[in-house]
């Protein structure tokens, strides 16, 4: 066998497929393709590479070129024109049923205010660890990956947060090692100030998902957050109306405390699709606090979000796949 056959033999145990390799005076030039693996896998798969390269008789010294199909990872905002209208509790769900559905799916929380996504996905208190300054999400059960600002802000200081140092906690998380996601959910902070503003500005979603309750407190709030996606040319891909009719939990009637209807309603106005809407029901509130999110369970709710999700995945699909 010559020198480039053992190499290539050497290889293809570890590599197959990803790497092309020749050999010159000694020389080992090995380009490698490390599409959708990760910053540290692909890191890990080059020194694999290098090490196994450098044991070939023959070879004086590896170079080895790290080439990647550049992966367009799209940003879908989840955005509420107020607090507590149960906008964390549709992201994470929403992620879920998507994941469910096969889409690879990561969950950024930059809820500097209420982070919540880390006591949603039962990972809280588990810090996300990072390798070369690049953040690694922390795994949840429920295949969706996860950065949250909660774990990023020291508790009590969101208010000295507001600014640069949330817009750069963000980037972090949005630049960090998300493997081979192809979807980033993005569970903005309630309102439609600066801060929401400038994240949007920065980031640039392919398009929002706007939650509200069937209030007209809320839908006022609700205008004003598309308003704000409308500004910066973020496409509103539809309108949930969450916490819409109570289903009691005893004999099951349902009844419309907070009214019904309106967020569909006001989203007809807009000429903006809705998308759904979810009752407010205390088995989403009792499992949401438990860590355990009703999207990836087998009972009413699981179908009410993968109804949702089927619709978001319908729009993925029409706008880019
Ligand atoms: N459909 C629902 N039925 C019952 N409880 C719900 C429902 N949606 C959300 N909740 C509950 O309402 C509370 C607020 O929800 P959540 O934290 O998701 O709201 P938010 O809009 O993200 O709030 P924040 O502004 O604090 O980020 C939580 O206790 C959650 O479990």
């Known amino acids: 066998m010559n020198d480039v056959h053992s190499l290539k033999a050497a290889l293809a145990p570890i590599a197959a497929g990803r790497a092309s390799a020749r050999i010159e005076d000694?020389?080992?030039?090995?380009?490698?393709?490390?599409?959708?693996?990760?910053?540290?896998?692909g890191e890990e798969l080059e020194a694999d590479v290098r090490r196994v390269?450098?044991?070939?008789?023959g070879v004086r010294e590896v170079r080895v070129l790290l080439t990647s199909e550049r992966r367009a990872r799209r940003l879908i905002a989840v955005a509420s024109g107020k607090g507590?209208?149960?906008?964390?509790?549709?992201?994470?769900?929403?992620?879920?049923a998507l994941a469910k559905r096969g889409r690879r799916v990561g969950l950024v929380d930059a809820d500097i205010y209420g982070p919540s996504q880390t006591r949603l996905l039962g990972v809280d208190g588990i810090r996300p660890e990072s390798r070369e300054k690049t953040l690694l999400p922390v795994p949840t059960r429920f295949g969706v990956p996860l950065l949250s600002m909660g774990g990023l802000v020291p508790e009590g200081q969101a208010i000295a947060w507001r600014g640069s140092m949330a817009?750069?906690?963000?980037?972090?998380?949005?630049?960090?090692?998300?493997?081979?996601?192809?979807?980033?959910?993005?569970?903005?902070?309630?309102?439609?100030?600066?801060?929401?503003?400038?994240?949007?500005?920065?980031?640039?979603?392919?398009?929002a998902v706007i939650?509200?309750?069937?209030?007209?407190?809320?839908?006022?709030?609700?205008?004003?957050?598309?308003?704000?996606?409308?500004?910066?040319?973020?496409?509103?891909?539809?309108?949930?109306?969450?916490?819409?009719?109570?289903?009691c939990?005893?004999?099951?009637?349902?009844?419309?405390?907070?009214?019904?209807?309106?967020?569909?309603?006001?989203?007809?106005?807009?000429?903006?699709?809705?998308?759904?809407?979810?009752?407010?029901?205390?088995?989403?509130?009792?499992?949401?606090?438990?860590?355990?999110p009703p999207a990836a369970g087998n009972g009413p709710q699981a179908e009410t979000f993968a109804s949702l999700a089927a619709q978001l995945d319908g729009w993925l699909t029409a706008n880019g796949g």
């Not at 507590?84 to 769900?93: E, F, L, P, R």
Request: net charge negative.
């Open 249 to 292: 939990p005893h004999c099951g009637e349902v009844s419309d405390p907070f009214g019904s209807g309106g967020a569909e309603a006001a989203a007809a106005k807009m000429g903006l699709p809705f998308l759904g809407r979810v009752p407010l029901e205390l088995a989403i509130r009792t499992a949401s606090d438990a860590g355990e």
């Open 53 to 57: 390269a450098q044991g070939v008789a």
């Open 167 to 207: 817009g750069g906690a963000l980037g972090q998380m949005v630049d960090a090692d998300w493997g081979d996601a192809e979807l980033l959910i993005l569970d903005l902070p309630p309102g439609t100030g600066d801060l929401q503003l400038t994240m949007v500005q920065k980031h640039k979603p392919a398009g």
């Open 26 to 41: 000694g020389r080992a030039s090995i380009v490698l393709d490390v599409t959708g693996l990760g910053k540290a896998a």
């Open 211 to 247: 939650v509200s309750t069937p209030q007209d407190l809320a839908l006022i709030d609700a205008t004003r957050a598309i308003d704000l996606f409308n500004k910066v040319d973020v496409p509103i891909i539809g309108v949930i109306e969450n916490m819409a009719g109570y289903v």
């Open 84 to 96: 507590g209208v149960g906008k964390s509790t549709i992201a994470a769900n929403l992620a879920i």
